[in-house]
């Protein structure tokens, strides 16, 4: 009988210090979610305020250049002005009032308000990219 109750004694203490166990376990995930959860909230916030900023910067920039299709146009004009002044095979006026629209679509893409801008349009719509730059694509879907 002494056995008995020895044995349901150290099996109540087993069940004791295994739930006590638990119990740690669980507040200290509780704990950690709560953190994460904090965490995630402060990066929502920054967010928000870096999309309400980007927001004002994209209203400016298309209050200054125009929307985002006109960069395009500034910028295949820009191209076809370029290529036009290297063939070599047009007159002289023609030659310098192109090289004059080119100089003008130049100063528009070089200045300093304008060229982040004008940098994502050609990458996000136009594929374009720097020459040092790596391109790394991922087919993952």
């Known amino acids: 009988m002494q056995k008995a109750s020895k044995t349901q004694f150290s099996l109540s203490l087993l069940v004791r210090i295994f739930l006590g166990l638990l119990v740690v376990i669980s507040i200290g995930i509780c704990a950690r979610s709560i953190m994460q959860y904090n965490e995630l909230n402060r990066e929502a916030e920054e967010l928000e305020r870096a999309l309400e900023e980007l927001g004002q910067t994209r209203e400016e920039l298309i209050e200054c250049l125009g929307s985002a ?7 295949s004009d820009y191209q076809a002005y370029k290529e036009l002044v290297e063939a070599d095979n047009a007159t002289a006026e023609t030659l310098e009032e192109y090289q004059a629209q080119l100089d003008y679509i130049r100063s528009l893409l070089n200045s300093s308000k304008n060229r982040n801008y004008i940098t994502k349009i050609a990458k996000d719509e136009l594929n374009l990219y720097f020459a040092d730059e790596e391109i790394i694509y991922n087919d993952i879907d």
């Open 69 to 75: 299709d006109e960069v395009k146009r500034i910028l």
